[in-house]
């Protein structure tokens, strides 16, 4: 059965939602691809500031600064590694001055991750090829344990 057409019109509105389709896809398609892109930072962020706070207490119950430097880049790498989180490149900085303070007196150790995720295989024009990810975490050291 065929629908009559319109009075005065001549046409009909037949094919009109392929085109609407053909037109609304590749904007449906990108913000899927931002949505994927932003949850992709969003999660290795949450990862990164995790693994940094981690190494910052391993660092925090070393009792030298050698020792502390070593224990935190194991547990940021290890962190990560457990998270799943990729990165292009990282770096992990430690600061252990606080060792050099005097027992009694309040210090403390901080840990700083660097993370280049890597965004190239959600491929959208426009997008950086990577997003640098940056968390800083701080432990205390304990006031009146012995430090070397």
Do not use: K, Y
Not at 2 to 8: D, F, L, Q, T, V
Not at 95 to 101: K, L, S, Y
Not at 102 to 124: N, S, T
């Amino acid at each position: 059965m065929r629908r009559p057409e319109r009075a005065g019109t001549g046409a009909t509105d037949g094919g009109s939602a392929t085109i609407e389709l053909a037109v609304l896809a590749p904007a449906l398609l990108a913000l899927l691809g931002l949505v994927i892109v932003g949850g992709r930072i969003s999660a290795a962020g949450s990862a990164v500031e995790q693994a940094a706070a981690a190494g910052a207490r391993a660092a925090s119950i070393a009792r030298d600064a050698r020792s502390a430097e070593a224990s935190a880049r194991g547990i940021v790498r290890d962190s990560l590694r457990a998270q799943g989180v990729t990165c292009a490149a990282s770096t992990t900085a430690v600061e252990t001055d606080g060792f050099r303070v005097a027992v009694g007196r309040p210090a403390g150790v901080a840990v700083e991750v660097r993370c280049v995720v890597p965004l190239a295989d959600v491929a959208l024009p426009g997008l950086p090829g990577t997003r640098t990810v940056t968390a800083r975490m701080s432990s205390p050291l304990d006031t009146f344990r012995g430090r070397q």
